[in-house]
DNA sequence: TTTCAACACGAAAACGTTTGCGCGACCCTT
DNA sequence: AAGGGTCGCGCAAACGTTTTCGTGTTGAAA
C-alpha cells in the first residue's frame, strides 16, 4: 500500500533539493558523481519511475493517442487496432480504445472527455450514425484546436485531415470484371444502405463495371440490408427469386449468409452459384466453403495511420504544413473455394 | 491552431483571479451571481473544458483503466473488452489497451509504463509466456503499490487479487457427459499445451468426465496442439487415424479445423462425427455445418471484471478490505448443427 | 591577499487545476 | 461612532515534474 515513491520524497530522505535529485537521475553534468551516484542508487533500490502524468502536463504530451471505432467485436476492426498499436508501441505511445457503438452521440462524448488534454490525437473510422448525419462538428472543433485526426475506412470528404482508405470502388469493381470475365452473366450484388460511406463506393465499382463492359443493371439483383443482424431471410429469398450466377457481397457477412441461403434451397457453392466477399477475416478463411474475397489488410491499414499520426504530432512543431494526405491501401482478390472457374485476377 | 483556454487565460481576460474563475464555473456560492455569470457565460463561448490531466495529477485519479489481454484478433477478446468498455464508460471510466502478444516481456514493459500514474488499476488476462514462465513479480508489484487488480480468463493463483473466470473444467466436464449420455463412445479431445491454464482445466474436466463413467481414457484420442497456426495437418491426421464418433476441441479454431479436416478424409459432419467447441464466437455461428458449442459470455466476463474494479477503486479510500472475490461466469451449451442426437442439457 | 572562474547545488517558475483561508469592504446593530 | 458580521474575492499551497537562473563555496591565478 505504499504509493509510488516521488522526487520530493527522495529528495527529504537524502537531504538535498528535488532539484539535485532530478539532475542526478538524468545524469546532468551539474551535479557532482559522489551526489549522482548516491541519488541513482537510492532511487533504483526504490524503484523510482517519473510519474507520466506529471510529465505530461509539463510536456503538454501524454504519448497516448486514441482510437475511436464503431464497434470492436468485428475482425476488421480489430485487426487495425492490432496495427495501430504495433506501430505506436514502437514509438512509444500508448493506445486508448473507445467504442462509439455506431452511436453520433457515443462518438462525440468520448472525442470531447478525450479531446481535453488526455491524448494527443485521434485515429478514427465514423460511426454509422454519424455519416448518416452527416454532422461532422464535433471532429472539426477537435482539428481546429490543434489536435491532429487521421481517419479510415469509413472516412468523409467534409473534413480536411490524413485518411487512410482502400479504394472500395476500384476494388469492387476489379471484383466484378474478373467475374465478368469469367463468363459470368447474372452477377448479383448484396449491399447495405447507400449512407454507409463504403457500401456505397463498392456499390459504384459494381455498377461501373457493369456498364463498363455493357451489361444492363437490373435494380432485382442488388440487394441492399438496412438491418445487418436479420439479413438471412432476405438474402435468402432474394437468392431464390433471382437466381443469380454470381453474387457479390460487400462484406464477409453477407456472404457467408449468401452461401448459407443458396445452400438451404438446394444451391451448390460454387458448382451452382459463385460468391465473392469483401473483407478477408476469420469468417471467408474457415467457412465451408472458404470464401473468395476481397482482402483489406487491417493491419496495414492501422499501421498506416498510426505512422501518419505520429510523423504529424512528431514534426508539428518545426513545420507547420498544413498538407494533408490520403494513403490507399492496396487490395487483392483472396481465391478460395467459394467462387469457380476464377482465372487470375489482374490485380 | 488556438490552444484549448485554460483557466489563467479566462481570468486574465476577465480580469479577476484564477480561484474565482475555478470556483464561479463550480457554481460555488463564495462567488456573486454578477461575476458567477459572467464567467459562465465567457466559458462557455469559448468552449472551457478542465483539462484532464491537470485534474488527475491534482486528484491522483486518472478515471482510466488499462486492459492487457495477449490478442485482440480473437473474438472472445474483444467482447470483453466491449463488456469493459461498456461499464467503464458508464461510471465515466476511460480504457486503455494494451496487447501483450502472448509475450511475457511486452506484459511487463505495458503494465511499468502504465503503472506511473497513468492509471487508476489494471484488468488483465495473462499471456501465454507469463503463464509458462510463471513469473508473476510485474504483477505483484503493481498490487503491492496499491493499485487494483482484476484477473480474468486467464489467471494464477499464485496472485491474490479479485478474478472472474469460468468453470472450465466444470464446463468440459458437462459437455463430454452429455456427449457420454447421448451415446458416444470414443470421445476425442483436441487441446492446447498444458501451461494455457484454460487449456489445462478443460483437459481435466474432459478426464473427469471420462473416469466419472467408467470410460478408458485412451491418450491417443488426445491432441495436444503446440502451434496453433499450424493445427490442420496435424488435426486431419489425427482424426483419420483415430476415427472418433465425437470431438471435443477447446476452441473454435480446433472445432472448425477439425470439421474441415473431417470432410476432407470423407466423414460427414455431423452423421459420422460429432464436435463440440469452446466459446461461441464468429467461427461458431457461421460455419458450415454451424457449431455446437460452450459458450462463454465475453461481454458479461468483462462487464463484472469491469464493475469488480471500478468497486475496488471507488471504496478503497473508506473501507480497507483485503478480501479478494473470484467470480465465476456461468456457461452454456449451444446446440448447433455440428452434433448429432444431442439430447437437452442439463446445464 | 584579492579576484575570478569553476563547481555543486538550491530556489523558483511553469504546466492547469482545486480549495482552505485570509482580508478588505460594506452594512447593520448598539 | 465603534464594533461585529457577512459578502466577495484573491493568495497560496498542493499534485510531480523539468529547467533556468542564481548563489555560495572552493581553488587557483595574479
Redesign the interface.
Given at each position: 500500500?505504499?504509493?509510488?515513491i516521488t522526487l520530493k520524497q527522495i529528495a527529504k530522505e537524502l537531504d538535498v533539493s528535488i532539484s539535485t535529485v532530478s539532475k542526478s537521475l538524468r545524469d546532468s553534468p551539474e551535479i557532482s558523481e559522489d551526489t549522482r551516484l548516491k541519488v541513482q542508487a537510492f532511487a533504483k533500490l526504490y524503484?523510482y519511475?517519473?510519474?507520466?502524468?506529471?510529465l505530461?502536463?509539463k510536456n503538454r504530451k501524454?504519448k497516448?493517442i486514441a482510437i475511436i471505432i464503431p464497434?470492436?467485436?468485428?475482425?476488421f476492426f480489430?485487426?487495425v487496432?492490432?496495427g495501430i498499436?504495433q506501430v505506436a508501441?514502437e514509438s512509444g505511445y500508448?493506445?486508448?480504445?473507445?467504442?462509439s457503438d455506431e452511436s453520433f452521440d457515443?462518438e462525440v462524448i468520448n472525442m470531447?472527455?478525450?479531446?481535453?488534454?488526455?491524448i494527443d490525437g485521434f485515429i478514427m473510422s465514423l460511426s454509422k450514425e454519424t455519416q448518416n448525419k452527416a454532422d461532422f462538428h464535433h471532429i472539426i472543433?477537435v482539428i481546429?484546436?490543434?489536435m491532429p485526426v487521421v481517419m479510415f475506412d469509413r472516412v468523409t470528404n467534409d473534413i480536411l485531415c490524413d485518411k487512410v482508405i482502400i479504394d472500395d470502388n476500384r476494388a469492387a469493381f476489379d471484383a466484378i470484371q474478373n467475374l465478368i470475365d469469367n463468363g459470368f452473366k447474372k452477377i448479383a450484388l448484396i449491399t447495405t444502405v447507400d449512407y454507409v460511406s463504403v457500401g456505397k463506393l463498392r456499390t459504384e465499382g459494381y455498377l461501373r463495371a457493369l456498364r463498363t463492359n455493357d451489361v444492363n443493371v437490373d435494380e432485382n439483383l442488388i440487394l441492399r440490408i438496412e438491418d445487418i443482424d436479420n439479413c438471412a431471410v432476405p438474402i435468402e429469398k432474394f437468392i431464390a427469386a433471382n437466381k443469380p450466377d454470381a453474387v457479390f457481397a460487400v462484406n464477409e457477412?453477407f456472404a457467408?449468409?449468401a452461401?448459407?441461403g443458396a445452400?438451404k434451397i438446394g444451391l451448390n457453392v460454387p458448382e451452382d452459384i459463385s460468391v465473392i466477399g469483401f473483407t478477408d477475416g476469420?469468417?471467408s478463411k474457415?467457412?465451408?466453403p472458404s470464401i473468395t474475397t476481397v482482402s483489406q489488410d487491417g493491419i496495414e491499414m492501422g499501421g498506416k495511420a498510426a505512422k501518419m499520426l505520429i510523423q504529424r504530432l512528431e514534426s508539428e512543431d518545426e513545420e507547420e504544413e498544413e498538407h494533408y494526405r490520403t494513403e490507399v491501401i492496396e487490395t487483392h482478390l483472396v481465391e478460395r473455394e467459394s467462387t469457380r472457374a476464377l482465372k487470375r485476377g489482374s490485380f
Open positions: 500500500m505504499k504509493r509510488k524503484n519511475k517519473p510519474n507520466n502524468i506529471a505530461s502536463l501524454t497516448t464497434e470492436i467485436v468485428h475482425h480489430a485487426t487496432i492490432s498499436e508501441n500508448n493506445v486508448i480504445i473507445c467504442l457515443k470531447e472527455m478525450l479531446a481535453n488534454g488526455s472543433e481546429n484546436q490543434g457477412l457467408v449468409t452461401i448459407k445452400k476469420i469468417i474457415y467457412s465451408s
